[in-house]
């Protein structure tokens, strides 16, 4: 089993940064799966934003809405996921939840991500 644990969020200003963590931890958790991070608006679906590829690479994916403002990243001493965001947008605002996937490479659908944090709360005041 694997452990997520989102943390970071908050109340921010537009054109302001936040810097969310994922901490990951299980016995079963290997720095080489693919970890994403996704958000949810109340009334909307659960979208993609970035994710790291696995296997070793951790190249970086962006969805066209975050791309440019946000940065992800990971430290696999530290087992964490960061998700660096800037330039943040009233319409940024939304749980935001990181994820691991199992196996194979990255994706943009929540359906292939096994294991889920709880969730953070990002809100961008206008």
Do not use: H
Not at 17 to 38: D, H, I, K
Not at 97 to 113: Q, T
């Amino acid at each position: 089993q694997v452990q997520l644990v989102e943390s970071g969020g908050g109340l921010v200003q537009a054109g302001g940064s936040l810097r969310l963590s994922c901490a990951a931890s299980g016995r079963t958790f290997s720095s080489n799966y693919p970890m994403g991070w996704f958000r949810q608006a109340p009334g909307k679906e659960r979208e993609f934003v970035s994710a790291l590829s696995g296997i070793g690479l951790s190249l970086p994916f962006y969805a066209s809405s975050v791309k440019g403002r946000f940065t992800i990243s990971r430290d696999n001493a530290k087992n964490t996921v960061y998700l660096q965001m800037n330039s943040l947008k009233p319409e940024d605002t939304a749980v935001y939840y990181c994820a691991a996937k199992i196996g194979g490479s990255w994706s943009n659908l929540p359906s292939e991500y096994t294991f889920w944090g709880q969730g953070t709360q990002v809100t961008v005041s206008s």
